[in-house]
């Protein structure tokens, strides 16, 4: 038993296996919710339950309206994608828990919070304007032979030499 966990939770693992595991979880989840794997919708439905909670409630002809994800019932915490978020941050935090991987680490350099929040920024912007993250306009596009899917591929490539660049030369 000892060499199973250490496997499964110590030992990374081959990046053939970890894109086996992800694939299938993609065909259940579809299976399951009829809905592919995304990411950005939920963290928009969290910050609309934000706005709604401050007195903004002026939801028509807005973005939910054309494309909202919410079913008759459901709130903006308690959907299928927000509930996956959730998941997805509590596995994440379980896996490096049972793995003995966390750690709190002390802030070197200011510019490194600087650059995160920046970074997040531009992330989180360019997510909605993509329609998605890499998961929903590149992991869950590109199986489902969209055109949109490798379009987006590229300028994360572009995207993600230009921002290595702009690290090495401002935080090193």
């Known amino acids: 038993m000892n060499k199973l966990y ?3 939770f110590k030992t990374p693992w081959a990046y053939w296996i970890a894109g086996i ?11 399951l919710t009829g809905s592919t ?7 928009l439905y969290w910050g609309m339950w934000v706005l709604e909670k401050v007195g903004y409630n002026n939801f028509a002809g807005s973005y939910f309206e054309l494309y909202g994800d919410i079913s008759p019932g459901e709130t ?7 509930i996956l978020n959730l998941a997805v941050i509590l596995g994440a935090l379980a896996s490096v828990l049972i793995s ?6 002390k802030i070197k350099n200011p510019k490194q919070v600087a ?3 920046f970074g997040g920024l531009l992330m989180g912007y360019g997510g909605r304007l993509a329609f998605g993250c890499n998961i929903g306009a590149f992991f869950s596009a590109i199986p489902s032979f969209s055109l949109h899917g490798w379009v987006f591929a590229i300028f994360m490539g572009v995207g993600g030499i230009i921002g290595s660049k702009i690290l090495m030369r401002y935080m090193i």
Do not use: P, Y
């Open 37 to 43: 794997w995304r990411v950005t919708s939920g963290f």
């Open 115 to 117: 650059f995160g929040i």
């Open 100 to 105: 003995s991987e966390f750690k709190w680490r």
């Open 6 to 8: 250490e496997n499964i």
């Open 21 to 31: 595991v992800l694939s299938l979880l993609n065909i259940l989840l579809l299976m």
């Open 76 to 82: 903006f915490l308690l959907n299928t994608v927000s």
